[in-house]
């Protein structure tokens, strides 16, 4: 079942279990460290938060 809330699922990991399930997938995101997909900036397969940390750092320091 999806969630009632999501209108267009962001996330291109269509096999995934928690797609469409936006409530589950943060909080599986939440446990491991990472954020999902649809909240990730041009994360090139690394969605760690040390790795978020790194480009929003570039992005504002120009």
């Given at each position: 079942?999806?969630?009632?809330?999501?209108q267009?699922?962001?996330?291109?990991?269509?096999?995934?279990?928690?797609?469409?399930?936006?409530?589950?997938?943060?909080?599986?995101?939440?446990?491991?460290?990472?954020?999902?997909?649809?909240?990730?900036?041009?994360?090139?397969?690394?969605?760690?938060?040390?790795?978020?940390?790194?480009?929003?750092?570039?992005?504002?320091?120009?």
């Amino acid at each position: 079942m999806s969630c009632p809330n999501v209108q267009e699922c962001a996330c291109p990991k269509t096999t995934c279990p928690n797609h469409k399930k936006c409530c589950d997938c943060v909080i599986k995101h939440k446990e491991t460290d990472s954020l999902p997909f649809c909240l990730f900036l041009d994360n090139e397969g690394d969605k760690s938060m040390e790795n978020l940390y790194r480009k929003l750092k570039s992005r504002f320091e120009k």
